[in-house]
Every structure is written in structure tokens, then in C-alpha cells.
């Protein structure tokens, strides 16, 4: 009887345990799923590798084999997602060099029409120019208008002076004083267009150096341009990383709390277990010694009609671990081998008489004197009601 009563009460304890182990199982499963969700793979590896030890019939493992396929399903999902990203980036990267050459060729485009309009005037120059079949610096500005030359001045007024000839003795002092105008003003025009080619030349150069400034410009908005590309491609990407690596501390945090909250579940689980351990061998230990350590006895009690009665006294074990016992106990005879088992429910044991103490009837009543009955302790159980 005391050997069924402690397997009684290690299969409820086994069975206390089976439920904390399913609860935890479960537990561990809604985890692994809700890290799935999250994307934290090292969680849900963890999670699984725990609930997969727990799992114990079949409807546990189908449950961590659905976990298990979820988990490789979601790893698929996100490294052809990457995939994607990686294809679009690209995508994006080839479609920003395509536009950054298309601005550098259109800057250049400006360069050239610039320089073609401010040394090109001529129109069949300026289409040449423009289709780059003849360099702008070769261009002239169109004026081709010719200059009476000082050769030509000169014969004219040979010429009169040859058909004056008569009247230059009586006009000499007049000749000479128009040939000095004459060179005066020869000296004057040649002056004029010495000044006039300075001006032209300087006027050339102010051009050329005003186009040189234009193409300075143009290649400064282009440069500006690409460098203004540039940054902003930059800070694309570093914007990118800094919310990846926000997304990934982030992710790393919930980890990690979530691992500090599971590993306190789990020492919250083992210290439960470790104290229903405890309890159960205090239980355990304490009955073993109220075994050991109670005597009972058999007599007979006033109005019990002849009926004998077991009687006996508790020890003062402390602690109490169980409140409540019941008594096993064996009844038999001296030099007999019949015997009577029976069980002393709630035993009390404040004494041996039959008013303050327990009284437990033997049925049926042994076939000897009361004297002649020896009573002993088979085991302590826990009371049954």
C-alpha cells in the first residue's frame, strides 16, 4: 500500500511536470512563430531548438515541424527579397549613370553651340561649328569689305598734278599745302585703321576671352552639376545605412530582450520545478519518518462491544510537512500467520486511550486476546479525503 501511495504521488508530480513542460513547449512555439514574423532568425532558431526538446506526442511535433517549415519558408522569402533590392539597386544605379552622362553630354552640347555663336557668325560657319567640321577659332567675323589703299591715293593726285601742271607755278604754295593735307591725312587714316585693328584685336580678344570664361562656366555648372549628382547619390546610400542599421539595433535589441525575458521564464519554470522537487521529498522524507517512528496497539475501549481498536500517538516531527495523513497499518496475532491490513483515515495520534485518541476498528476481530495482537506501521500516505 505505501509503495502504491508513492507512486500515486510521483505520477501526479510527473504529471504537474508534463503540464509545465507542455506550457513551456507552447510557450516557445508562439515565440519561434512571433520571431518568424519579425524576421529575427537567430531567435526563432533558439526558441525551436528549446520547444524541439520538449516536444512530446505527435501533436507537438507536427506543431514544431509547421514552426520549422514557417522558419525555412520566411529565410527563402527574405534572401529573394534581397535579391530584388540588389537587382533594383542596380537598376537605379545604371539609370543615374545614364542621366549623369546624358548631363555631361548636354553641357557639353551648350559648350560648343556657345562657342559657335560668339565665333561663328557666318551661318554656313556656324552649321560647320555646330556638326564640329570646323573649329570655331577658325571662323572669321565676315567683314571683307576692302580699304582704299594710300598706293591708290597717291596715283590720284599724281594724276591731277599731272593735268595742273600748268598752273602749279602759279598755285605752288596751294600744292604743297593740299599735298601736305593729303599726308596729314594719309598719316591720319593710317592711324585710324592702326587704332581700328588695336580695337578689333582687342575686341577679339575680349571675345575670345569672354568665350574662354563661357566655357570656364559651362564646365564649372557641368562639374557642379556631377558633384551635385554625386552628393546626392551619397546621401541616398547613407541615408540607406543609417535606417538599415537602425532596423538592424533595433531588431538586435528585441532579441535581446526577449532573450533576457525567456531565460527568466526558464529559471522561473526550474526554480517551480526544483521547489515541487523539494516538496515532494520533504513529503516523502517526512512520512518515512513518521513510518519509522509511530507505535500502534490494539485494545479494547468501553461500549465497543468486544471489538478491538487500534490506538496509538503521532511523533512531534518538525516540521509538519503534511498536515493531514492516513495510517497503513498490519494486525496480527502472536504465532499466527493470518493478519489484517487496514487504513487509519486522518490519524491524528493525540494518545493511546479511547476518548482523546484515534480508534480504528479491526475487522474483522482477530482470533486471539488484544493482549496477544501486534500492530505495526506499514506506511504514511497523504490523506485521500
Known amino acids: 500500500m505505501a509503495t502504491q501511495a ?124 555646330m556638326d564640329q567640321r570646323l573649329d570655331p577659332n577658325r571662323c572669321d567675323d565676315g567683314d571683307n569689305t576692302p580699304t582704299q589703299s594710300t598706293a591708290q591715293m597717291f596715283a590720284d593726285t599724281a594724276a591731277q598734278m599731272r593735268a595742273d601742271r600748268a598752273r602749279i607755278s602759279s598755285i605752288h604754295n596751294n600744292a604743297m599745302s593740299n599735298i601736305q593735307a593729303q599726308q596729314q591725312e594719309r598719316q591720319r587714316q593710317e592711324q585710324q585703321l592702326r587704332d581700328q585693328q588695336r580695337e578689333q584685336q582687342r575686341v577679339q580678344q575680349q571675345r575670345q576671352e569672354n568665350d574662354r570664361r563661357g566655357v570656364q562656366m559651362a564646365d564649372a555648372r557641368s562639374q557642379e552639376n556631377t558633384q551635385r549628382a554625386r552628393r546626392e547619390q551619397d546621401e541616398a546610400r547613407a541615408r540607406e545605412q543609417r535606417e538599415a542599421a537602425r532596423v538592424r539595433q533595433e531588431a538586435a535589441d528585441r532579441a535581446q530582450r526577449d532573450r533576457d525575458r525567456e531565460r527568466e521564464r526558464a529559471e522561473q519554470a526550474a526554480k ?3 521547489e515541487a522537487q523539494d516538496e515532494a521529498r520533504a513529503a516523502t522524507d517526512y512520512l518515512a519518518a513518521l513510518t519509522r517512528s509511530t507505535r500502534l496497539m490494539a485494545r479494547k475501549c468501553p461500549g465497543g462491544e468486544g471489538k478491538y481498536y487500534i490506538v496509538g500517538k503521532k511523533p512531534n516531527i518538525r516540521p509538519e510537512v503534511v498536515s493531514c495523513v492516513d495510517v497503513h497499518y498490519r494486525a496480527q496475532c ?44 506499514r506506511s504514511f500516505a497523504a490523506c485521500r479525503k
Do not use: H, W
Not at 534572401?79 to 533590392?85: L, N, Y
Open 6 to 129: 508513492q507512486a500515486s504521488d510521483l505520477l501526479r508530480l510527473m504529471d504537474r511536470l508534463d503540464k509545465i513542460d507542455k506550457q513551456d513547449f507552447q510557450s516557445l512555439l508562439k515565440k519561434a512563430n512571433d520571431c518568424i514574423r519579425s524576421r529575427d532568425f537567430s531567435c526563432a532558431e533558439d526558441q525551436l531548438r528549446k520547444s524541439k526538446a520538449l516536444a512530446m506526442d505527435s501533436a507537438d511535433k507536427q506543431s514544431q515541424a509547421s514552426a520549422e517549415r514557417a522558419l525555412s519558408e520566411e529565410k527563402t522569402a527574405v534572401a529573394q527579397e534581397k535579391i530584388r533590392i540588389a537587382q533594383e539597386n542596380e537598376r537605379r544605379q545604371e539609370q543615374a549613370r545614364r542621366d549623369m552622362e546624358m548631363r555631361d553630354a548636354q553641357a557639353k552640347a551648350d559648350v560648343l553651340r556657345v562657342n559657335c555663336e560668339r565665333l561663328c557668325p557666318v551661318r554656313s560657319q556656324f552649321n560647320a561649328c
Open 272 to 274: 517551480k520545478r526544483q
Open 334 to 377: 502472536t504465532n499466527s500467520a493470518s493478519f489484517t491490513d487496514g487504513v487509519g483515515d486522518n490519524f491524528v495520534g493525540l494518545g493511546t486511550d479511547c476518548f482523546m485518541g484515534d480508534t480504528y476498528a479491526i475487522e474483522p476481530t482477530p482470533a486471539c486476546k488484544v493482549e496477544e495482537v501486534r500492530v505495526t506501521v
